[in-house]
């Protein structure tokens, strides 16, 4: 499963997702986001979507504290002990929080890599 992060006409930008990947694939997720569920999704095709990304986890709640914790530990252990760099940059949607709180979940999860010995770049959050 992915999410597109729409763009200016965001019920346009659903119609391009659900004409390519079909109405059974694509739902909304909110007012600026759409899920696409097809093995076949690429984002360099569509022309109405900011980005896109891959869904690792869903949460049932809005606290951006369990989700932040929940991130550093998949992270942590997905990428402990990897031989390359990794970049990483974490963008957030439907959480009222200031830019430095999502950059510290960015940092937490570099210390953590850095006791490893796995090297992380952190793409600063604007």
């Given at each position: 499963m992915h999410i597109a992060i729409l763009g200016r006409q965001p019920a346009l930008s659903v119609a391009e997702l659900e004409r390519l990947y079909?109405?059974?694939?694509?739902?909304?997720?909110?007012?600026?986001?759409?899920?696409?569920?097809?093995?076949?999704?690429?984002?360099e095709i569509l022309g109405g979507s900011q980005?896109?990304?891959?869904?690792?986890?869903e949460l049932n709640h809005h606290n951006w504290l369990t989700a932040s914790r929940k991130i550093v530990q998949y992270y942590t252990g997905k990428w402990q002990a990897r031989e390359h760099k990794i970049t990483l940059g974490i963008s957030v949607y439907g959480f009222n929080i200031p830019p430095r709180d999502v950059?510290?979940?960015g940092l937490i999860i570099k210390k953590?890599?850095?006791e490893t010995n796995t090297s992380l770049r952190l793409i600063p959050n604007a």
């Open positions: 079909g109405t059974h694939a694509v739902r909304w997720f909110s007012e600026q986001a759409a899920l696409v569920d097809s093995p076949n999704f690429n984002f980005k896109a990304g891959k869904v690792i986890f950059q510290k979940t953590k890599l850095r």
